[in-house]
């Protein structure tokens, strides 16, 4: 996976930790395996030091049935696949699933990932049914009527909707998840609704911590996701949020896209980059190393928050050389996909072996 930049055999350099878990992937199966599959994208997290992953929903067809929610649990992977199902049918935002008949076949989690749930009374409508049958709602914040053109969404786009959605988790005591944080305004309203004492916990990814807009200048459109990268002082405030615990998790929001997609205008090219295997390398080497976190902290960020989050116990550990700077090859990712920004960069961080234990 990895082009190894020094040979350092020195075992001392090699540190087991918990498995990684990530509440934030699109395997793009059904309907996309061209892109990603159950399999491929579960080898790509394994290489990435991950035992389970959260699949969302924004399949085709929606993963909003039963039988699909059993279709994602039976198909052949390398970690555990949790599926996530979605909030409402066909995501249209209209009508609410079946949460009781979903969580019983086996969704983890409610999401209409890719896209907001834009009505604020079907939103309200479906924390209500998730406290009653005590499921975590995971939220994209983004609210379309703000964003003008496809290649500017400003951050109030993103920080108004994650306002609206910490109200209604205050006002009906839902556990809400809010999805990939990018903005300084995004962290502080969270932090405040967490004061207040609502039931709220939020990820960001490693892209907005590590990026800022103008790396388009240089990356393309594999630097181009949703939400968009954002300034440095919003870089500042995610890596202040990650430090000071405002943060829960880090996710990858990996989102992969074939290279002739990729390879269009800015304007048709899709949003999203992959991020299995360069999570926690990039996470060590922008947080930890830099001095900005703990590594205690970042194994909370990527492994014990979301594992408490989601109800996952699992004494599964990975083996990881912090010493080695080496080179990230994205040729050699397990992902069928090849659209990361983060290709042919140093890092420190190496996933040497992930064991898969109960
Ligand atoms: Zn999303």
Do not use: W
């Not at 709220?200 to 590590?210: A, M």
């Amino acid at each position: 996976m990895f082009v190894k930049e020094k040979n350092n055999t020195d075992s001392s350099n090699t540190i087991r930790i918990p498995a990684f878990v990530d509440m934030h992937v699109h395997l793009r199966e059904p309907g996309q395996t061209h892109k990603e599959t159950v399999f491929s994208g579960s080898r790509a997290a394994k290489a990435g030091g991950f035992s389970h992953i959260l699949c969302m929903p924004n399949t085709s067809p929606v993963i909003d049935t039963p039988e699909l929610v059993s279709y994602i649990r039976s198909r052949e992977a390398a970690v555990s696949v949790l599926p996530a199902a979605a909030v409402t049918k066909g995501q249209q935002g209209k009508e609410l699933t079946d949460f009781y008949a979903l969580k019983k076949a086996g969704a983890l989690a409610f999401s209409d990932d890719g896209s907001p749930v834009e009505d604020k009374n079907i939103m309200r409508e479906a924390m209500y049914r998730a406290v009653e049958n005590e499921v975590l709602i995971i939220s994209h914040c983004e609210d379309k009527s703000l964003i003008s053109s496809r290649l500017q969404s400003p951050p109030e786009a993103e920080y108004s909707a994650v306002l609206r959605d910490c109200e209604l988790a205050e006002n009906t005591g839902a556990r809400l998840h809010i999805a990939h944080i990018s903005t300084k305004e995004s962290v502080d309203i969270i932090r405040n609704a967490k004061k207040k004492g609502a039931k709220i916990t939020c990820e960001t990814c490693p892209h907005y911590f590590s990026l800022t807009r103008d790396d388009f200048f240089r990356v393309g459109t594999n630097a181009m996701m949703n939400p968009p990268l954002r300034k440095e002082e919003d870089v500042v405030a995610i890596k202040e949020g990650l430090r000071d615990g405002t943060i829960d998790v880090i996710s990858t929001d990996h989102a992969p896209h074939s290279v002739y997609e990729k390879n269009q205008a800015p304007e048709f090219a899709p949003f999203g980059i992959i991020g299995l295997e360069t999570s926690f390398c990039v996470s060590y080497t922008f947080l930890v190393k830099s001095g900005i976190i703990t590594f205690e902290r970042l194994i909370s960020l990527m492994s014990e928050k979301p594992k408490e989050i989601l109800g996952i116990k699992s004494s599964s550990y990975v083996v990881v050389d912090i010493n080695t700077e080496f080179i990230y090859d994205v040729s050699c990712s397990y992902s069928l996909s090849r659209n990361s920004p983060f290709d042919k960069q140093r890092f420190y961080g190496k996933i040497l072996k992930t064991v898969l234990e109960d």
